[in-house]
């Protein structure tokens, strides 16, 4: 069986970001032969011929529809990536980067705790300690979902004035 | 003008396999197609075959019976067995031994995997999700709950100290109000004290009335000055 097939299908049932160690391990496969697929599936889904796209979150990789696509799609589509709760608090933290986690939770309620959470396991939000609380920054995984260049870009988009602060951690 | 009965020999089983019956089913389906015959014109072709021949086609129940009787009995020579109960038991025992045999093993019911379709988010999700935060005020802090007094004192020696004030307190009347005993606007001090006046009650040092649902609890405090 080739490899990228493989990669391809098992990426396709994900409901959730792939790392190459896990998919090596999954598939029974070498984890350098998993990175060769994963390059050559990322090369096959570059052209504007191909709807989807191999994205990176959190570490892992994800096939997702290209984001000029997602809008024109999104009627076949029934349940939303992130449930509206965490888009929420997720939009809190785009709007406020780097926000504390106290602050988050301030706004948000007790549950942006675990809203936090599955968004650093997404990949979308990196929470560094400092101090008794976290400081949250946007990712560029995140960026990069969104189809920005830049987290001004993101405020702008969102409307929020620039001045309240600017932050992205790689 | 009625026709006579057949005779027995007109029924013989030879006869159903003689050419003329071929002949027959060859003229009454000529020319229809063999995929989809005119049942009309093939009744009518047989009618006017019957119209043509005459065959009485009445037997009687009698005979009937004679020849069903005459056929079992001629399949049970060629079964092999001698009696129908023997071919009845032949029958059951077949039965049981297909009922024990293995089933045959049906091929893997294999399902094809689908992936369960969630839209990727747009800016222009984020930026509702944004907009139905900022118009929805901040959460109020929650309320701390109320918590009972950690008393360190004994309960029985508070419960002591809780008849000696009641005996003060009794003056002329034995009765004493509830409400007299504890500060209106503390509900911890109320249960605590409540359940020393239950302690109380328990011991026979006090008793607890409540002439109306709900209403004020009087202290009766039958050994008092």
Redesign the interface.
């Known amino acids: 069986m080739d490899p990228k097939a493989l990669v391809e299908a098992a990426l396709f049932v994900a409901d959730r970001p792939l790392a190459p160690a896990e998919l090596a391990q999954g598939l029974g496969l070498p984890e350098h032969a998993v990175l060769r697929a994963l390059a050559a599936l990322a090369e096959d889904l570059e052209g504007d011929e191909r709807g989807l796209e191999l994205g990176q979150e959190g570490g892992g990789y994800v096939l997702r529809v290209k984001a000029e696509l997602a809008e024109r799609v999104r009627a076949f589509a029934p349940h939303q990536d992130l449930a509206e709760p965490v888009l929420r608090t997720l939009a809190v933290i785009a709007a406020r980067a780097p926000v504390s986690q106290a602050e988050v939770v301030r706004i948000r309620g007790q549950r942006a705790y675990a809203h936090i959470k599955e968004l650093v396991a997404r990949g979308f939000v990196r929470a560094e300690d400092q101090g008794p609380t976290k400081v949250l920054t946007v990712t560029e995984d995140l960026l990069r979902y969104f189809g920005v260049a830049s987290l001004e870009e993101l405020r702008r988009a969102l409307e929020v004035p620039s001045s309240e602060g600017q932050s992205v951690a790689g | 003008m009625r026709a006579e009965p057949l005779e027995l020999a007109v029924l013989e089983p030879e006869r159903f396999t003689r050419a003329d019956w071929e002949e027959l089913f060859r003229e009454a389906t000529r020319g229809l197609d063999p995929w989809a015959l005119d049942l009309t014109a093939l009744l009518g072709r047989f009618r006017e075959f019957l119209a043509k021949t005459p065959v009485e086609l009445r037997v009687p129940g009698r005979m009937v019976f004679a020849s069903s009787v005459l056929l079992r009995m001629k399949s049970e020579r060629m079964d092999g067995a001698t009696t129908l109960a023997e071919a009845v038991a032949a029958v059951l025992a077949a039965e049981e031994a297909a009922a024990r045999a293995e089933p045959e093993p049906l091929p893997a019911l294999r399902l094809p995997?689908?992936?369960?379709?969630?839209?990727?988010?747009?800016?222009?999700?984020?930026?509702r999700?944004?907009l139905?935060?900022q118009g929805r005020p901040?959460?109020p802090k929650e309320k701390p709950k109320a918590t009972l007094p950690v008393e360190e004192e004994p309960f029985s020696l508070r419960a002591a100290r809780l008849l000696q004030r009641l005996l003060r307190l009794v003056n002329g009347s034995r009765f004493v109000p509830f409400s007299r005993l504890v500060p209106a606007d503390d509900p911890g001090e109320k249960v605590a004290r409540f359940l020393e006046l239950l302690h109380l009650d328990g011991q026979g040092q006090v008793r607890l009335h409540q002439p109306e649902f709900l209403g004020e609890i009087l202290v009766e405090v039958p050994h008092g000055p």
């Open positions: 995997l689908r992936r369960r379709p969630r839209a990727r988010l747009t800016l222009a999700d984020l930026r999700a944004f139905a935060v901040p959460k």
